[in-house]
């Protein structure tokens, strides 16, 4: 981190992160903990938690675990409880968990096609909507909700995912206007073939990264850490006047 830059803004803010155990949310949860921030995360692998815990064991506020199924939204809310209860009113929230498995039009149920929804979608209304009291009451805050560009460049194996991941930005839209006048702003993060474990050990091929790097820009490989270091920006109040907005991290691909 002693390259990037250090937010002042964000020290002593309390941030709820869901999906940090894994991929690009681990790189959430150790980025604002470093910046001072009290983290609040929130997914199912408690070994995995403990890992990110460990890994930024010498930050000032030990980043709170609270074992939690997105899908369930009560359960959600209950958590968004616990770590306002913890660390105070929540006024930067990290909208991330989601699951691109692959599947095929033809052979989805409409069951399957459900808990995607609440898998990718769903619950970034409900967590948005369990914090604009405390963002309201703080004078402002911060609402980023993870996209992908999986939508942008036609990828056929996941539409209930696309689906998903296009809408984000019709709630980002939406939420921004009917929230900004209390100060709280809301932006798509929008990543593109981020190269997280479970990419790599599941879909990256030779020829994967030979299409990758005919279409991005930008040469080498995108990482957990770029995404992290633009939603440090959307959290602080460096981009006080950014809202409504996608921001597109992917190397100039799309």
């Known amino acids: 981190m002693t390259n990037f830059a250090r937010y002042p803004s964000l020290d002593g803010k309390s941030v709820f992160v869901s999906g940090g155990t894994t991929g690009i949310g681990v790189y959430f949860v150790t980025a604002f903990a470093r910046q001072g921030a009290k983290v609040t995360f929130i997914g199912r692998n408690r070994e995995a938690a403990a890992e990110v815990i460990a890994e930024v064991s010498d930050v000032a506020h030990r980043p709170l675990f609270i074992e939690c199924d997105i899908t369930d939204v009560a359960a959600l809310q209950g958590a968004i409880a616990q770590g306002r209860a913890a660390h105070g009113p929540i006024t930067v929230l990290v909208n991330n968990a989601a699951n691109d498995k692959r599947h095929t039009t033809q052979g989805m149920t ?38 992908s560009t999986s939508w942008k460049i036609k990828s056929p194996e996941y539409p209930a995912y696309a689906t998903c991941k296009a809408a984000i930005n019709g709630l980002t839209r939406s939420l921004a206007r009917e929230f900004g006048m209390h100060r709280i702003r809301v932006n798509t993060l929008t990543p593109g073939w981020v190269m997280t474990d479970k990419q790599l050990r599941m879909w990256v091929d030779a020829a994967g990264l030979a299409e990758r790097d005919h279409n991005q820009c930008l040469p080498g490989d995108l990482t957990s850490m770029d995404c992290a270091n633009l939603a440090l920006f959307l959290a602080a109040d460096d981009s006080r006047m950014c809202t409504a907005q996608e921001f597109v991290v992917d190397g100039g691909w799309t």
Do not use: C
């Not at 769903?122 to 963002?135: G, K, L």
């Not at 009451?137 to 909700?145: Q, R």
């Open 110 to 147: 409409v069951a399957e096609w459900d808990a995607a929804i609440a898998v990718n979608l769903r619950h970034q209304f409900f967590a948005a909507q369990a914090v604009i009291e405390d963002m309201k009451s703080a004078g402002g805050g911060s609402i980023i909700n993870l996209s």
